[in-house]
């Protein structure tokens, strides 16, 4: 049996979508996305596939890639180093604990036909970016630098769905504090990651992807 995990982009950010509503992705990501949704509804249909397609919103929590914005946000704090922050930072994400994705889809594998069948997961802790920024460094205690830098193509300025699901999510707060617990303690982890452009970069989209032989911002080696 495949689960395949999708993401909430692929609506678009015209309207609050539930699993059947139209699919408007809006940028080459979330198009690649929909457009992996339709083969998976297509080995369904054609060869009798058994698989679902699971759109979660922003998911977060420990071992999330240093890139990313909540990590990014921890690590740079943690070095004092400034956060870029894309536009004027009010584009609105959903986001959702790891564990609990995981946890719902341990459900929905007990639960499903394995037809092809499409759940929303979306978290219900709706924040802008710039929010989300200032409750982490809330959160571990710390003044957070903020440099407003310009914003991504194509950026989608809100993501929003509905499910008929019922479950239990942890809220933003509460995965932030065990969030930040964990790259605190881990460091071993993400210090190898850092020197990334993903990482380094304010605007990283515009630079090529190679890592720096002489810079490394967390050890100075």
């Given at each position: 049996?495949?689960?395949?995990?999708?993401?909430?982009e692929?609506?678009?950010?015209?309207?609050?979508a539930?699993?059947?509503?139209p699919?408007?992705?809006?940028?080459?990501?979330?198009?690649?996305?929909?457009?992996?949704?339709?083969?998976?509804?297509?080995?369904v249909?054609?060869?009798?596939?058994?698989?679902?397609?699971?759109?979660?919103?922003?998911?977060?929590?420990?071992r999330?890639?240093?890139?990313?914005?909540?990590?990014?946000?921890i690590?740079?704090?943690?070095?004092?180093?400034?956060?870029?922050?894309?536009?004027?930072?009010?584009?609105?994400r959903?986001?959702?604990?790891?564990?609990d994705?995981?946890?719902?889809?341990?459900?929905?594998?007990?639960?499903?036909?394995?037809?092809?069948?499409?759940?929303?997961?979306?978290?219900?802790?709706?924040?802008?970016?710039i929010?989300?920024?200032?409750?982490?460094?809330?959160?571990?205690?710390?003044?957070?630098?903020?440099?407003?830098?310009?914003?991504?193509?194509?950026?989608?300025?809100?993501?929003?769905?509905?499910?008929?699901?019922?479950?239990?999510v942890?809220?933003?707060?509460e995965?932030?504090?065990?969030?930040?617990?964990?790259?605190?303690?881990?460091?071993?982890?993400?210090?190898?990651?850092?020197?990334?452009?993903?990482?380094?970069?304010?605007?990283?989209?515009?630079v090529?992807?190679?890592?720096s032989?002489d810079?490394?911002?967390?050890?100075?080696?």
């Amino acid at each position: 049996n495949y689960v395949h995990i999708s993401t909430d982009e692929v609506y678009g950010d015209e309207e609050c979508a539930d699993e059947d509503s139209p699919l408007r992705p809006s940028s080459p990501y979330s198009a690649s996305k929909a457009s992996a949704d339709l083969f998976v509804k297509a080995y369904v249909r054609t060869y009798g596939v058994k698989a679902i397609i699971v759109r979660p919103s922003n998911n977060y929590g420990p071992r999330q890639h240093v890139e990313k914005l909540i990590p990014k946000v921890i690590i740079r704090t943690l070095l004092n180093l400034p956060i870029p922050i894309y536009g004027d930072g009010k584009q609105e994400r959903d986001w959702i604990y790891v564990e609990d994705t995981a946890r719902i889809i341990a459900d929905l594998i007990d639960k499903s036909q394995w037809k092809g069948e499409i759940y929303n997961l979306p978290g219900g802790n709706v924040y802008k970016n710039i929010d989300v920024v200032k409750t982490i460094g809330e959160v571990m205690g710390k003044e957070v630098k903020i440099r407003y830098v310009e914003d991504r193509p194509g950026h989608d300025r809100r993501y929003c769905m509905r499910t008929s699901l019922r479950y239990e999510v942890t809220p933003l707060r509460e995965g932030l504090r065990r969030t930040v617990e964990w790259y605190l303690n881990n460091r071993w982890w993400w210090e190898p990651l850092i020197n990334d452009n993903f990482f380094k970069e304010d605007v990283p989209w515009k630079v090529p992807n190679k890592a720096s032989d002489d810079v490394n911002v967390a050890t100075g080696r």
